[in-house]
C-alpha cells in the first residue's frame, strides 16, 4: 500500500513522521541530532531510502547527514563549505562591505536523477554540490560571482539561499533565491547565473524596480510545466509564466499578501497554496487565525482553508521550507509552525488535522510519496 | 596519554561516552592535541575549530587545571599535568544562549 514519510526540522532536531496512504494514522520517530537545530530535510527523488539532512549549531557549527534506510539510521557525511576563491564581500545591513562567511545550510536539494548528487544552498547565499552523497562540497561559484554580488544584503534572518528548483525538462536549468538579492536563473547546469526579477517590486529598496535587492522568500514550480513559476515574497505574491523573464502579482484578494511559504497542488498546476501572514513587524496570522488560503486559478482569485485549524488565538508563523505536497490521488498538503504543530491535509486543504502539536519550532517540512 | 574531556553533544557525534584518550606525538599544545583528536575522530572536524583557518569556534572554549586557555596562542604547551595525563584538556561548549 502506498504511504508518505513527512521529514520535519526544527530548532532541536528532526522527526520522521510515516502514514499509510490514508494518512490519519501517523508514526513518529525523533528527535534525530537531538538539541541541534534541524533547518532542512529531504529525499533524493531517484532513491527514495536516501535522505539529506542539514544539522547545525552556533556553537559546533555545520554538519551534513545521510541516511540510507528511510530515516531509521544516520551516517555524517563532510561539512568543509569553502567558498572558491577569495570569497570578498557583500553588502552589510548598514551598507558597508561585509566578508562572506560561511554560517549554515539552509536548503538541500537532491537531484532528480542522481542519489549522490545534492545542492547546498548556504548563508551567507552561496550555492555548492556534492556529486558523491555528501562527502565533499564544491562551490557553484559563478552565482556569488556575479557581478551584482558584491551589492548583495542580508534579510532579517540572514543572506541565505533557500529556494533550489531543479528543472524537471532541462537539466541544465537551475532557479535559486536569495533573501534579500533576488532570483536567479543559470541554464547551463550552474555555472553562470543572471537575476530573473522583471517585475518584481519592492518598497523600501532605493530602487524598487532594482534587478537585485528583492526580498524573495520563496519560490515554487509544478514539474509539468516547468516555465510557471510562483513566489511569496517579502510583500506580493507573483507569478511567471516565462520561467521568471518577468513577473506579475497575483495577490488579489489575499487578507495580506505578506507571508513565507508557497506551494502547488501536485496534480493541478494552478492550484497553489500560501500562508498569509499580517506583516513584516507581525510575524503570526491575521486575527489570530490560522488560514490556509488556496487559488485554483493560478492566483488573484483565493480561498481561506480553515476547517481544522486554530481560529482564535493562533499567533505562530509557517517558514519559508516549512510547506510541502505529497502525490497521492488525493493530494496532501502539510505545513509546519514555529509553535511546533505539523498539520496535514489529505483532502487537498479542505480539512486539516495536526499530526504532531508538541515540537520544537518547525523549520521545514518536506514529504515523499512511497510506492 | 593525553585526556580529552568533550562537550555531551560532540561525545554523541563522536559516539564516545566518558573521556578521550590519545596518544600525541611530540609537544602537547593545543594544536597537537586538536590534530590528534581529529584524526582518531574525523567526524568532530569543523566542530571545535575552522576547517580551513584551524581558528576555534568563537562558543567553543578551551580549558585545564582551572584555567582559561581559550585564548592562548595554537602552539603554547599545555600545562605540564595535561602533558602528563593527570589532569585532563576540557573543550567546553561556552554558555550561551539557551
Known amino acids: 500500500m502506498s504511504g508518505v514519510r513527512v521529514l520535519v526540522g526544527t530548532r532541536k532536531g528532526a522527526f520522521v513522521l510515516t502514514s499509510d496512504g490514508a494518512r490519519k494514522q501517523w508514526d513518529v520517530s525523533g528527535p534525530h541530532f537531538a538539541g541541534w537545530e534541524t533547518y532542512h530535510v529531504k529525499g533524493s527523488p531517484a532513491a527514495p531510502e536516501r535522505i539529506y539532512a542539514s544539522q547545525s549549531s552556533g556553537w559546533f557549527g555545520q554538519l551534513i547527514q545521510r541516511s540510507d534506510d528511510g530515516g531509521k539510521t544516520w551516517e555524517q ?64 561559484s559563478g552565482l556569488r560571482d556575479h557581478e551584482t554580488g558584491s551589492s548583495w544584503q542580508p534579510g532579517a534572518g540572514g543572506m541565505c539561499l533557500h529556494s533550489i528548483i531543479l528543472d524537471p525538462s532541462n537539466p541544465d536549468r537551475i532557479f535559486v533565491a536569495i533573501s534579500a538579492a533576488g532570483v536567479f536563473r543559470s541554464d547551463d547546469a550552474g555555472k553562470s547565473w543572471r537575476p ?114 486554530p481560529q482564535s488565538n493562533c499567533y505562530v508563523n509557517v517558514l519559508r521550507d516549512a510547506m510541502a505536497v505529497d502525490s497521492l490521488d488525493s493530494c496532501g498538503i502539510y505545513f509546519g509552525t514555529t509553535g511546533g504543530q505539523v498539520y496535514a491535509s489529505s483532502d487537498a486543504g479542505d480539512n486539516w488535522s495536526p499530526i504532531v502539536r508538541d515540537l520544537p519550532g518547525v523549520l521545514s517540512v518536506e514529504v515523499q510519496t512511497l510506492p | ?75 603554547t604547551p599545555l600545562p605540564a599535568p595535561v602533558a602528563t595525563g593527570t589532569e585532563p584538556f576540557l573543550v567546553v561548549g561556552a554558555m550561551a544562549g539557551g
Not at chain 1, 537531484?111 to 551567507?124: K, N, Q, R
Open chain 1, 77 to 140: 557525511q563532510g561539512s568543509k563549505f569553502e567558498y572558491d576563491g577569495v570569497p570578498g564581500t557583500h553588502q552589510w545591513y548598514d551598507g558597508t562591505p561585509h566578508p562572506w562567511e560561511f554560517a549554515r545550510v539552509w536548503h538541500l536539494e537532491p537531484s532528480l536523477t542522481d542519489p549522490d548528487t545534492v545542492y547546498a544552498g548556504v548563508e551567507d547565499a552561496a550555492l555548492f554540490r556534492s556529486v558523491d552523497g555528501g562527502q565533499q562540497w564544491e562551490e557553484l
Open chain 1, 196 to 309: 530573473v526579477t522583471r517585475g518584481l517590486k519592492s518598497d523600501g529598496i532605493p530602487d524598487p524596480e532594482a534587478h537585485v535587492g528583492h526580498c524573495v522568500h520563496r519560490i515554487a514550480q509544478h514539474p509539468s510545466r516547468p516555465d510557471v513559476l510562483f513566489m511569496q515574497k517579502h510583500w506580493d505574491v507573483m507569478r511567471s509564466d516565462n520561467a521568471g523573464e518577468s513577473w506579475e502579482e497575483i495577490s488579489g484578494d489575499l487578507p495580506t499578501d505578506f507571508g513565507f511559504p508557497i506551494d502547488v497542488h501536485a496534480h493541478e498546476p494552478d492550484t497553489v497554496y500560501v500562508v498569509p501572514i499580517t506583516s513584516d513587524s507581525l510575524h503570526y496570522p491575521p486575527e489570530g487565525k490560522l488560514r490556509v488560503y488556496r487559488s485554483r486559478t493560478g492566483g488573484n482569485e483565493w480561498e481561506a482553508l480553515t476547517n481544522g485549524l
Open chain 2, 1 to 75: 596519554m593525553i585526556r580529552v574531556v568533550l562537550p555531551a553533544h560532540l561525545r554523541t557525534i563522536a559516539h564516545v561516552d566518558g573521556e578521550v584518550t590519545l596518544e600525541v606525538d611530540g609537544e602537547i599544545t593545543q594544536r597537537s592535541v586538536l590534530d590528534a583528536l581529529e584524526a582518531s575522530y574525523p567526524m568532530l572536524r569543523g566542530t571545535i575549530r575552522d576547517q580551513s583557518t584551524l581558528k576555534r569556534r568563537a562558543f567553543v572554549r578551551f580549558f585545564a587545571c582551572q584555567e582559561d586557555l581559550s585564548h592562548e596562542p595554537p602552539d
